[in-house]
């Protein structure tokens, strides 16, 4: 296998020289508390899809960050949009990595969450079918299950009318998932941001122009602007810059229960 495109850190204190994978899981690393960390690819100038998907926005170095990620999460979750939209397969990691995770004491592998309104989703879909782990859907109280969903997955109902994502992530971390990633998409990112919940954002920015069309990295309803503090910034040979926004860390997480 070819040596993999070279990735940097430009700031703060800039390293020359390639990061391993070893480096650049402890520079993402899992928080000391329980912690919402959002992960998506766009264009330079802003676009969240190319030709409708991922894919052609994310090269070797963000499929690499995105991997890593991935093992380093308690609990994987994705709207059903985005589910049903990319095809999700089942979450799997190479055996290097699931190695790294039992010496760390953690699950094999990550549990993947579904967050959906309408239950409107294919329990035969990989995702759900092949999974190593069951899954969990979020979901309100009044929808209703397709035949065979109970099956392959745990249905936890939060809200009434709509899904209470905090609840939901209480719910996830009652449950042991306390890492929690997000792979989106953008109507789950702009609620989760709207609900105060994302306690960090790893973007990755393509050297390219979408041009226009695409939507942004956020859909939904209009929230107010909040501030989160820039953490790295990671270069690629190829261009690609990989950064990383979180929340400072003395601050509450989340939904986490006021001091006494
Ligand atoms: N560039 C990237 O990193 C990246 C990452 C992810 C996705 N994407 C792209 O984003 C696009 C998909 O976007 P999308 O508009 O479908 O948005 P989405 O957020 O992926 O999915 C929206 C759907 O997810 C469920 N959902 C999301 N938020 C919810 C909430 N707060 N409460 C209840 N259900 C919720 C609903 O499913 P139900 O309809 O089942 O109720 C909703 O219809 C695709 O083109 C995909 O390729 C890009």
């Given at each position: 296998m070819s040596d993999p495109t070279a990735i940097s850190r430009a700031w703060p204190a800039p390293a020359t020289g390639p990061l391993t994978d070893p480096e650049l899981a402890a520079l993402y690393g899992r928080a000391d508390r329980p912690h919402l960390r959002v992960n998506f690819v766009a264009s330079?100038?802003?676009?969240?899809?190319?030709d409708g998907y991922s894919a052609g926005l994310s090269g070797e170095p963000d499929k690499r960050v995105f991997g890593l990620l991935r093992m380093l999460c308690d609990g994987l979750v994705v709207a059903a949009g985005t589910l049903r939209h990319e095809g999700y397969r089942a979450v799997r990691l190479s055996e290097p990595r699931r190695a790294w995770r039992r010496e760390q004491g953690l699950a094999e592998y990550p549990t993947l969450v579904v967050v959906s309104?309408?239950?409107?989703?294919?329990?035969?879909q990989a995702a759900f079918a092949d999974a190593p782990v069951r899954p969990v859907v979020l979901t309100r109280a009044a929808a209703e299950p397709p035949p065979g969903l109970s099956a392959v997955a745990d249905l936890v109902r939060c809200g009434?009318?709509?899904?209470?994502l905090a609840a939901g992530l209480a719910e996830l971390r009652r449950r042991g998932l306390d890492q929690v990633l997000c792979e989106g998409g953008p109507q789950l990112f702009g609620a989760l941001i709207a609900a105060d919940l994302v306690d960090e954002l790893c973007l990755t920015v393509a050297p390219l122009l979408a041009g226009a069309g695409p939507g942004r990295i956020t859909a939904g309803d209009a929230s107010e602007p909040r501030s989160l503090p820039l953490r790295h910034v990671l270069t690629a040979a190829d261009g690609t810059l990989m950064l990383r926004y979180a929340r400072d860390d003395d601050r509450p997480p989340a939904g986490a229960a006021p001091a006494a």
């Amino acid at each position: 296998m070819s040596d993999p495109t070279a990735i940097s850190r430009a700031w703060p204190a800039p390293a020359t020289g390639p990061l391993t994978d070893p480096e650049l899981a402890a520079l993402y690393g899992r928080a000391d508390r329980p912690h919402l960390r959002v992960n998506f690819v766009a264009s330079a100038d802003g676009a969240v899809t190319l030709d409708g998907y991922s894919a052609g926005l994310s090269g070797e170095p963000d499929k690499r960050v995105f991997g890593l990620l991935r093992m380093l999460c308690d609990g994987l979750v994705v709207a059903a949009g985005t589910l049903r939209h990319e095809g999700y397969r089942a979450v799997r990691l190479s055996e290097p990595r699931r190695a790294w995770r039992r010496e760390q004491g953690l699950a094999e592998y990550p549990t993947l969450v579904v967050v959906s309104g309408s239950l409107d989703l294919d329990p035969a879909q990989a995702a759900f079918a092949d999974a190593p782990v069951r899954p969990v859907v979020l979901t309100r109280a009044a929808a209703e299950p397709p035949p065979g969903l109970s099956a392959v997955a745990d249905l936890v109902r939060c809200g009434d009318d709509r899904v209470d994502l905090a609840a939901g992530l209480a719910e996830l971390r009652r449950r042991g998932l306390d890492q929690v990633l997000c792979e989106g998409g953008p109507q789950l990112f702009g609620a989760l941001i709207a609900a105060d919940l994302v306690d960090e954002l790893c973007l990755t920015v393509a050297p390219l122009l979408a041009g226009a069309g695409p939507g942004r990295i956020t859909a939904g309803d209009a929230s107010e602007p909040r501030s989160l503090p820039l953490r790295h910034v990671l270069t690629a040979a190829d261009g690609t810059l990989m950064l990383r926004y979180a929340r400072d860390d003395d601050r509450p997480p989340a939904g986490a229960a006021p001091a006494a």
